[in-house]
């Protein structure tokens, strides 16, 4: 069974998502997360694992969303969602440097009380770092990230940063842009396989016109093919390694 780790599934709208499970079940998907970015959209993502078996809530702010809607009492909010039955995860936590991202400390203070009560919880998290590998390192390091399974998401950094998040005992999330990144495919062909796990990051492609090239759960077929030629391993070996450490993760 493949197991999409990370997407916003919750976004898509009734039409897309129906022909979005029908593909992905025809690719042996089995689990897919869908991670909210705000309050509102995690409960989203509730209400939709009500809706389909295959589908598992993620609950957390994302570091670009901070501002979006009123935070107050943030913590206590996302402590009621944890307790759906269906919520296995924290995400997506974070930090995302750019020009038109909330201020830093602020992002600092959202990814690391996240991660507190990921461990309050005992639940994992998956984190986005954009432009912050340092500032990102420095808080998994002091929230003691090692209490609990961690995953990082859409994984992008070079092979330094990637040995220092393995170094943490954090699961790598590899995504579709190492297919035609030469560079990135180098690093991720050196990771351990029993620290990886997989993920398509899909969301509604409206700026994409054909339908058909939107990024789905499906595409998890290709991730797998590419490591699999990559390391010189069996597919299906790879499948069976990669399921097995995101149950590990999910404790499912
Ligand atoms: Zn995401």
Redesign the pocket.
């Known amino acids: 069974m493949l197991i999409d780790i ?1 997407t ?1 599934v919750q976004q898509f709208n009734k039409e897309d998502l129906d022909l979005l499970i029908h593909n992905s079940k025809i690719a042996n998907v089995g689990i897919i997360i869908a ?1 909210g970015t705000t309050i509102s959209d995690s409960e989203k993502s509730i209400a939709l694992s009500k809706k389909y078996e295959e589908i598992y809530a993620a609950v957390g702010i994302h570091p670009q969303n901070i501002l979006d809607e009123n935070t107050n009492n943030y913590l206590e909010k996302l402590t009621k969602l944890i307790e759906h039955p269906k919520t296995i995860m924290i995400s ?1 936590i974070g930090i995302d440097i750019q020009k038109e991202s909330p201020e830093l400390s602020l992002q600092k203070d959202f990814f690391y009380n996240q991660i507190l009560i990921a461990e309050e919880y005992n639940l994992p998290i998956a984190f ?1 770092v954009r432009n912050a590998e340092k500032e990102a390192l420095e808080i998994i390091k002091s929230a003691n990230i090692k209490n609990i399974k961690s995953v990082a ?1 859409y994984f992008l950094g070079n092979y330094d940063y990637a040995k220092r998040l393995l170094n943490e005992n954090v699961y790598i999330s590899v995504a579709k842009p190492f297919l035609r990144d030469e560079e990135l495919s180098e690093v991720i062909k050196k990771l351990p396989l029993d620290q990886i796990v997989i993920e398509t ?1 899909s969301y509604p492609q409206y700026f994409k016109k054909n339908r058909q090239r939107w990024t789905e759960p499906k595409d998890l077929l290709l991730i797998i093919e590419k490591l699999s030629k990559l390391k010189n391993i069996d597919p299906e070996y790879i499948t069976e390694q990669i399921e097995k450490n995101s149950k590990n993760i999910l404790d499912l």
């Open positions: 990370h916003h991670a997506e986005h998401h990051d």
